[in-house]
């Protein structure tokens, strides 16, 4: 089989929301577990139970809609002379497909440590906005501009992975005042100018289709079913990461990768002029290496890399707990001090 029919067949998994995982997890044996010293259960949690996460509400955005955020407040914190929150404000941005829970789950205790950490699900994601207006990154950018505004929030460190490292960049773009730093993780400047990428996105109406005549909750579940076997630590959660997954509609799918496909920050990223972390995914067969690190130069971004392939906070979430730490910690140093929560 050819690389790109391979890629493809894996961007096709990915609408339904975990095949990254799921291939990656027949091929690996099991790490250790995602929450450190917590045994696995056996057998199958009779509810979608979710592990520990941060408060969770409802937010309305004055003039664009409701979305679902998770935020952990500056409790326990005193505020700095000037009034502004002493922690520095961390802004997760998830990937296509996920909500912000699973993407993040197992790096928001090890965040919320230091920072204040806010994270949204993102329009026709999780319990995100649903809207009649067509999809566009641009309009994911100004929510997330929105949201910090609203919560006060301040100049914010911005982590996006994947389809959110896109929206982070065009954040950063149309609302410089607003971030302080990025760390970008398993994202590119584009997804449009190889073959093989082009091949995927030539599939859409494929995947469309398929999702629509129910394949994508078969699929969903026979792959979770793979990866929590590779992966017992997080089998008690497998109930809950089924009904996340769900949430998300075949229409709302298939419209943010057609904007994905359009997506290119070539023409501007390099002069954004801000601290950047780069963590590239090493083994990763849905946004290649290669693109990570073109991005990093192009962002004159330090290099982080994680041995793994797309599914990383999935498949070891303690190891992408660690390098997102390390990476905002990065960022965060690397920022002025006025420039943070400005």
Known sequence: MSSTARTAIVAAGAC???????????????RRAVLS?????RGKPAA????????????????????????????GNSAGSDGAPARPVVLLLHGWTASADINFFPAYACLAESYRVIALDQRGHG??????????????????AALLTLLGAGRAIVVGYSMGGAVGLLLARRHPRQVAGIVMQATA??????????????LL?????????????????????????AYPEIDRYR?????????????????????????????????????????????????RPVRQRELAEVLGASVLEADADH????????????????????????????????
């Open 189 to 202: 400047l584009e997804w449009r100018q190889g073959a093989r990428e082009r091949a995927v996105w030539r």
């Open 48 to 75: 979608p139970l979710p592990p520990a996460l941060p408060p969770g509400r409802v937010v309305s955005l004055p003039g664009r809609g409701e979305v679902f955020v998770r935020d952990s407040g500056d409790s």
């Open 239 to 287: 109930p809950w990461l089924a009904a996340e997954f769900g949430r998300a509609t075949a229409r709302d799918l298939v419209a943010t990768g057609r904007a994905l496909s359009r997506y290119d920050a070539r023409p501007w990223a390099r002069r954004l002029g801000i601290p950047a972390v780069v963590v590239v995914t090493t083994r990763d067969h849905l946004v």
């Open 127 to 144: 319990r995100g906005m649903r809207s009649t207006e067509p999809f566009s990154l641009e309009d994911c950018a100004d929510d997330a």
């Open 311 to 342: 599914d990383l906070p999935l498949a070891d979430g303690d190891e992408y707990a660690r390098l997102t730490r390390l990476a905002v910690d990065r960022v965060a140093a690397a920022a002025a001090p006025a420039e943070v929560n400005r």
């Open 16 to 30: 339904a929301g975990v095949a990254l995982a799921a291939r990656a997890a027949a091929h690996r044996p099991p």
């Open 205 to 229: 109406p494929v995947f469309d289709l398929g999702l629509r005549l129910g394949a994508g909750v078969s699929l969903v579940d026979q792959l979770l079913r793979r990866v929590t076997a």
């Open 37 to 41: 010293g917590v045994p696995p259960r």
